[in-house]
């Protein structure tokens, strides 16, 4: 069995999922999705489970972009259990954790997510668009193999990779099977010095269709393009719960953004 480049925290399902084990290099079977949090808003939440990967491969030499981007990645923690997600976690490096170490201590550790060691690339896209595990070659039992026949239905997406420099905002096709779809989110601080287009030059790179939250379609009066990774994240998670547009915009952004001072 081939070595798991990944480090497995806590529990979540749809990519494929890990068990936190206490030696991490050893490989573990993908599991079904266990947990069962309720949306606490007044949206009716649907059964389908959203998947989010952020990745966080982005070369960041100030330290203090790193750490804007963690500080962010706990709070997309927090959005993937309110909203029942599934997060992932790709390009998690030694630096990451030994930063994380000095921020939250060993809180990180018990985050409900899946932190991987590789970044993304091509081959995290199925055919039916679902990102999958690290561990796709291990030898599954048949009840597992068809728990992934079914996630990998024939309505699934390609992953969409959100990038505010993108064309083209989530158009009403993209709402129609949006908890179908993989959202790829950049692991970059609002503030990063790689910017511009460094998300888009990377939905480029991989050949995935990159979109852009429709702020100048349902909230013209905001006066940045560039969210924070969980406030672009709970927006897409208050649509798919059933909020339109501008409502979830309006919940998701910041009101720093979009109210005038008086």
Known sequence: MAPCSSVCVGGVGGFGSLRHVSDPGRAQR?????????????????????????????????????????KQVRQCVGVSRRYDADLHVFGWSERHERLSDELFGDAW????CALHRRPLDTSDAEPAG?????????????????????ECSSSLLLPIVMSPDAPQSLAPADDTNITATSFVLGGLSENSGLRPRATLSRAKELGWPARRLPLDEHLPACRTKIL??????????LRASGLPWQD????????????QKK
């Open 228 to 237: 924070t990774i969980n406030a672009t994240m709970e927006a897409v998670a």
């Open 30 to 70: 993908p599991l079904a999705p266990a947990r069962a949090h309720t949306l606490t808003s007044s949206p009716q939440q649907t059964n389908a489970t959203l998947r989010f990967a952020l990745d966080c491969s982005f070369s960041l030499t100030d330290v203090r972009d790193v750490y804007g981007v963690l």
């Open 109 to 112: 550790k018990r985050w409900d």
């Open 248 to 259: 979830a915009l309006m919940t998701a952004v910041p009101r720093r953004h979009y109210v």
């Open 130 to 150: 679902v990102l999958h595990d690290d561990n796709d070659n291990d030898d599954n039992d048949d009840e597992e193999e068809e728990e992934e026949e079914e």
